[in-house]
C-alpha cells in the first residue's frame, strides 16, 4: 500500500480550511497556521491520519465485511460512484434514507421490492398492464433505483462508513454512532470531530483534494480483498494429512497429494516405503497364524487320546 506524499496533498488543496470565523475549536489540534484569514490544515497529521485510516480499512476489507461510503455533495457524487464501485464497495451519493442504519430491515423490503418489479418486468403478465400502470411501476423502479441502486449487495449492516462531510452527513453520523458503527471520515476545520473515531482533517469541499483521499482508502481496501483472496487460495491448496483406515489386522493408507508426480520409480519407492512402514509385517502375521494352527493340532490330538482312553474302559 503506497503511503501519501506530502507534495499530493499540497497540490490537490488538502491544506486549505474555512475562514477563520467559521471555525469550530475542537478542529484546533489540526489547524497549522492562519493566512489572509482562512486556517492551515497540517498536512502531516494528514498523512499520519490516512495512514491510520487506510490500514483499518484495509483490515476491514480482508476480514470480507463491508465499509458504506457517504458523499452527497455535489463535487463528491461522481467521484465515490466510479471509486468505490470499482472496488464492490456499497455507496451512498444521492440522499441519505432516514433510518438506513437503525430501520434497515424496512430499507432491506424496498430493496426486495427493486427485485420483484425486475421479476414483474420479465413476466408475461407485463404485457397486460395498461399503460398508465407500467408507467407507474417504472417511476417507481427508477426512484428505488436512484437512492438504493447502490446498496443492493449490502445485506447486513456495514462494518464501517466513510463520511466526505460530517457536517452534512450528520443524520448518517448519528445513526453510526447509535449503532455503534466505526466512522472514518474527512473532517474540515468548520466540522465537530468528536465521535469520529478516524479522523482525517482536509479540505472536504475541492474535488482533487475528496479524490485524492477516496482513491488511497480504495487502493487500501484493493489491497485488503486481494490479501484474503490470497489466503483462501492457500488454504484450498493445503495439502492433507495421511489418513488411515483400518481393516481387520491390515490398515489401508489413502494418500492424497494435490500436485500431480511423476510415474517413476522413486514414486514406487515413496508409496512402498510409506505403506510398509504403516502396514502390519506378513511376517509376524504368518508365524502367529502357524502358531494357531499347532495349538489347534495339538488340542484335537489330544480329544482322540481322550476318547481312546474312554474306549478302553
Excluded at 458523499?71 to 464497495?89: F, G, H, L, R, Y
Excluded at 443524520?171 to 472514518?184: D, G, K, N, T, Y
Amino acid at each position: 500500500m503506497p503511503r501519501t506524499e506530502f507534495k499530493q496533498l499540497l497540490d490537490a488543496g488538502v491544506h486549505f480550511g474555512h475562514l477563520k470565523r467559521k471555525w469550530n475549536p475542537a478542529m484546533a489540534p489540526y489547524i497549522f497556521m492562519e493566512k489572509n484569514g482562512i486556517h492551515i490544515i497540517d498536512l502531516q497529521k494528514t498523512i499520519v491520519k490516512i495512514d491510520e485510516a487506510a490500514e483499518a480499512l484495509k483490515q476491514i476489507s480482508r476480514s470480507g465485511r463491508k465499509v458504506l461510503f457517504v458523499a452527497t455533495k455535489k463535487q463528491a457524487k461522481t467521484i465515490v460512484a466510479e471509486k468505490v464501485s470499482a472496488v464492490n464497495m456499497p455507496y451512498v451519493a444521492e440522499r441519505w434514507p432516514g433510518g438506513m442504519l437503525t430501520n434497515f430491515p424496512t430499507i432491506r423490503k424496498a430493496v426486495k421490492k427493486m427485485s420483484s418489479i425486475d421479476k414483474l418486468i420479465k413476466d408475461a403478465a407485463w404485457d397486460n398492464l395498461s399503460k398508465r400502470e407500467k408507467l407507474q411501476i417504472t417511476r417507481q423502479r427508477a426512484k428505488l433505483e436512484k437512492v438504493l441502486g447502490s446498496i443492493v449487495d449490502l445485506t447486513r449492516l456495514p462494518a464501517a462508513l466513510f463520511i466526505v462531510d460530517v457536517l452534512k452527513e450528520k443524520i448518517a453520523v448519528r445513526e453510526a454512532q447509535r449503532l455503534s458503527i466505526p466512522i472514518f471520515a474527512m473532517v474540515d476545520t468548520n466540522s465537530n470531530p468528536e465521535g469520529i473515531d478516524f479522523i482525517i482533517p482536509a479540505n472536504d469541499d475541492a474535488s482533487q483534494s475528496i479524490d485524492l483521499i477516496i482513491t488511497t482508502m480504495c487502493e487500501a481496501i484493493k489491497d485488503g480483498l486481494s490479501d484474503r483472496k490470497v489466503e483462501r487460495e492457500k488454504d484450498e491448496t493445503d495439502e492433507k494429512p495421511f489418513t488411515l483406515k483400518k481393516s481387520g489386522r491390515k490398515a489401508v493408507v489413502k494418500i492424497i497429494v494435490e500436485d500431480d508426480i511423476e510415474e517413476s520409480d522413486e514414486k514406487e519407492d515413496f508409496l512402498d516405503n510409506k505403506i510398509a512402514d504403516l502396514l502390519v509385517d506378513d511376517d509376524l502375521l504368518d508365524e502367529e497364524v502357524a502358531d494357531e494352527e499347532v495349538i489347534e493340532e495339538e488340542i484335537i490330538d489330544e480329544d482322540i487320546a481322550d476318547e481312546d482312553i474312554v474306549n478302553v474302559k
